[in-house]
């Protein structure tokens, strides 16, 4: 049976799996950002709260549901995903024989239907990027190269998103927890991606110590060059050479850099604080600029 017909701006409420098995047809998003659950024994995954503004108990069975290996929902998941019989299934099933019928299997085969939908979905040209934690981080990592190929991996990135060292209690004996990562994969070698550049610091751009009427510049080694190139430069007077130098300088000026191209250490967005407009009241929400970083890339 195929998908349902949807408008765009379409807002779902409900499982994703029958979401996306219902409405979404192959190979039709461009980008997916994916921040589920965390698994990490938190009663943090009641989204929105009832009209009377209590927590909602149906949300909290639910999520209870999801962290417990029970026999009316993960049993016959499991058993469909072992089902087919490729790598993924045995990686599966080894990891229940292994590791028991337990909180973190149950949410391992959760998860795996999800991602196999996802990748479903997912354009040959798109992008997917997973928000998860320490907790089960290496299991899904593990999970997504099999779905994805282990060559489609891009990018674990490095979200610090606070530098709180917290309470005595909370750091006792470890170190403070202020990162989360992001998994990022592609589908194929035809990916989108745009690099994303930030600014020089003022120490940096403190080396541009002359000016003239261009703007401000350094001189800088030149050790790599097509005659095509050096021949520009000299015309528009920007070569100089040493008496013994074996490369030339030139005219490096501060308006032709780029910035500083992003790395995968994110330390320059903050969780959000308790008292930010945009906080709508739960406590995973995300900042608006950790997805507009992802949108725009």
């Known amino acids: 049976m195929g998908q349902r017909v949807i408008n765009k701006n379409t807002l779902f409420y409900g499982d994703n799996l029958d979401i996306l098995r219902e409405y979404i047809a192959d190979e039709s998003v461009d980008l997916i950002y994916l921040d589920p659950p965390f698994n990490s024994n938190r009663n943090y995954n009641v989204l929105y709260k009832d009209e009377s503004g209590q927590e909602s108990e149906a949300q909290i069975v639910a999520f209870e549901d999801t962290w417990h290996w ?50 479903r979905i997912l354009k040959p040209t798109g992008s997917f990027y997973l928000h998860c934690d320490p907790t089960a981080s290496h299991y899904l990592k593990i999970i997504l190269d099999m779905i994805f190929g282990a060559g489609n991996f891009k990018n674990e990135i490095v979200w610090i998103r606070s530098t709180d060292t917290g309470s005595s209690k909370s750091i006792s004996k470890k170190y403070p927890a202020n990162t989360d990562s992001i998994l990022y994969y592609v589908k194929s070698k035809n990916f989108t991606f745009n690099a994303i550049y930030q600014d020089y610091s003022e120490k940096y751009l403190g080396r541009f110590k002359y000016q003239d009427k261009l703007g401000r510049y350094r001189w800088q080694c030149l050790k790599t060059y097509s005659d095509e190139r050096l021949k520009k430069l000299e015309e528009e007077n920007r070569i100089k050479w040493g008496k013994r130098a074996k490369y030339p300088e030139y005219k490096q000026y501060v308006w032709e ?41």
């Open 70 to 119: 029970n026999r009316q929902t993960t049993e016959p998941e499991f058993r469909e995903l072992v089902r087919q019989g490729d790598e993924l299934a045995r990686l599966l099933d080894t990891l229940v024989d292994v590791m028991g019928r337990n909180q973190m299997t149950a949410y391992l085969v959760m998860m795996t239907s999800r991602l196999q939908e996802l990748h």
């Open 257 to 297: 850099l780029k910035g500083v191209l992003l790395s995968n250490a994110w330390t320059d967005i903050n969780q959000i604080n308790p008292f930010a407009k945009e906080r709508l009241g739960y406590p995973t929400q995300k900042p608006v600029a950790l997805l507009e970083r992802i949108i725009e890339s």
